[in-house]
């Protein structure tokens, strides 16, 4: 199947596009998709587990 079938098929109005279909689409156009957070915000908005929460408790 050629990729601009694929591209068609895709990009048609029939059905509804999930984040599989569009990694799909940029990969048949030759692109990468890249994500980067911006500098210092992504530490701050993670919160680790403690260490509580973690362990299990044996039986």
């Not at 048609?12 to 940029?26: A, P, Q, W």
């Not at 890249?34 to 701050?44: D, E, M, S, T, W």
């Amino acid at each position: 199947m050629s990729h601009f079938f694929f591209l068609y098929k895709s990009l048609s109005g029939e059905r509804n596009h999930d984040f599989d279909t569009i990694l799909k689409v940029i990969g048949a156009l030759g692109l990468k998709l890249h994500a980067k957070a911006p500098r210092g915000r992504l530490r701050a908005s993670i919160s680790r587990p403690s260490s509580r929460t973690t362990k299990r408790r044996a039986a």
